[in-house]
Structure formats: structure tokens, C-alpha cells
């Protein structure tokens, strides 16, 4: 099975800050990586398809980057909204389909 | 808009079985795959089974192969999740969540219920 390794597991930042968490493939998985965000009690909410491709209505400030085994996610000038966390997931080949361990956004 | 709601959830004695089921409206619901997708109480996503469109094709994570069935009603515009067996570690919400593709499978879930808490413990 193929493994995710997001990090940092938490972070704390500010209202402006630039945020970047880093999603590691044990494998090579291409571009097929998606980012997911997880507020408390809610569904995840996907963010970024296919390593950079926004979902509609994500706002811009929200960036993916990268290919083969390594990724990022960006989110420029951190919003009050923004605090929440965050999953990578591969989408590669057969299942199954993981998830990374997951990244805390924390108010600083 | 889309819309997918469980049901099903509650606490159940190790061992035994329960059955999930998750109610689709709002798109053409013989066109998508449909996943479940776990989250124990606390811990990370994981990928739980894969029904196909035309529910000729299953896949589940080795963790629940054996003991869970994945099954879909395309006249009812439901999919269920029948767990048997059922241990401690299966406590967790379970997602019902569409795939983005249509006529085949991504992977990538772009509609996701609210989830429903199953709880093992005896």
C-alpha cells in the first residue's frame, strides 16, 4: 500500500500568515494527490484535485504544488476560516486510497 | 445540489453486525461511484470501499475485506455498507462520499455526508 506522510502533524500561525504543509508519497503516485479540509464536527470539504486544480469556490489564497512523490499545500494570507485541518490523499492506480495523518491549523 | 445522507449508525456489541446506508439526491446517481470513508474518534480519514456506477465492482481496504459488503440500489438511489464481525478499532464516523468521475472512478470525493457514528462496545 502506498503511504502519506504529512508535516508538519500541527502548526500554529497567524490571521496573514503563509502557510505550507508538505504530503509525501512512499511511492510515486504522478499527480494523482487531493487536498481535503476538515473543520471540527464537519465532513471533509475538497479543496484541491489532481496536485493544483481548485475546486470551485476555494478561494485563491489556497495553492497545491508538486509531483512524483512529494507535495505541497499553500494558503497565502491565512484567513479566520482557514484554521482547521488538512489532509492530503493519493488517488494513484488500485486501492486502497490513503489519506496522510492529517495537519492542525491553530491560531497563534 | 448534491446531497448524501447516512443513517444506520448506533452501538453495537462486538461481534455482531449493523447495516449503513446513505441516501443520494440532487444528481444522477447511476452515473458516480461511491465510496465509504471512516474516521475513529480523534484519528485521520481512511478509505473504507469502492462501489462502482453500475455496482459491478468493489473494492475495499484490507482492514474490513471479509467482513464488510458494499451494495447499491440504483432505483433507490442508495448504497449501503453491511458490517459483520465487528470489532473495537471499527468504531469510527462513517462517510458516504461521491467520486468525482463519471461512468468510471477517481477516487477524488467531491460530496460528502455528514457522516454517522458507529460505536463498538460491549
Known amino acids: 500500500d502506498i503511504q502519506m506522510t504529512q508535516s508538519p502533524s500541527s502548526l500554529s500561525a497567524s490571521v496573514g500568515d503563509r502557510v505550507t504543509i508538505t504530503c509525501r508519497a512512499s511511492?510515486?503516485?504522478?499527480?494523482?494527490l487531493n487536498w481535503y479540509q476538515q473543520k471540527p464536527g464537519k465532513a471533509p470539504n475538497l479543496l484541491i484535485s489532481?496536485?493544483?486544480s481548485l475546486q470551485s469556490g476555494v478561494p485563491s489564497r489556497f495553492s497545491g504544488s508538486g509531483s512524483g512523490t512529494d507535495f505541497t499545500l499553500t494558503i497565502t494570507s491565512l484567513q479566520p476560516e482557514d484554521f482547521a485541518t488538512y489532509y492530503c490523499?493519493?488517488?494513484?492506480?488500485?486501492?486502497?486510497?490513503?489519506f496522510g495523518g492529517g495537519t492542525k491549523v491553530e491560531i497563534k | 445540489q448534491v446531497d448524501l445522507v447516512e443513517s444506520g449508525g448506533g452501538v453495537v456489541q462486538p461481534g455482531r453486525s449493523l447495516r449503513l446506508s446513505c441516501a443520494a439526491a440532487?444528481?444522477?446517481?447511476?452515473?458516480?461511484?461511491l465510496h465509504w470513508v471512516r474516521q475513529a474518534p480523534g484519528k485521520g480519514l481512511q478509505w473504507v470501499a469502492l462501489?462502482?456506477?453500475?455496482?459491478?465492482?468493489?473494492y475495499y481496504a484490507d482492514s474490513v475485506k471479509g467482513r464488510f459488503t458494499i451494495s447499491r440500489d440504483n432505483s433507490r438511489n442508495t448504497v449501503d455498507l453491511q458490517m459483520s464481525s465487528l470489532r473495537g478499532e471499527d468504531t469510527a464516523v462513517y462517510y458516504c462520499?461521491?467520486?468525482?468521475?463519471?461512468?468510471?472512478?477517481?477516487?477524488?470525493?467531491?460530496?460528502w455526508g455528514q457522516g454517522t457514528l458507529v460505536t463498538v462496545s460491549s
Open positions: 462501489i462502482s456506477y453500475d455496482g459491478s465492482v468493489q
Open positions: 440532487g444528481f444522477t446517481f447511476t452515473d458516480y461511484a
Open positions: 490523499q493519493q488517488s494513484y492506480s488500485t486501492p486502497p486510497f490513503t
Open positions: 462520499a461521491r467520486d468525482t468521475l463519471t461512468g468510471s472512478y477517481s477516487a477524488v470525493f467531491d460530496h
Open positions: 489532481g496536485v493544483s
Open positions: 511511492q510515486y503516485i504522478r499527480r494523482y
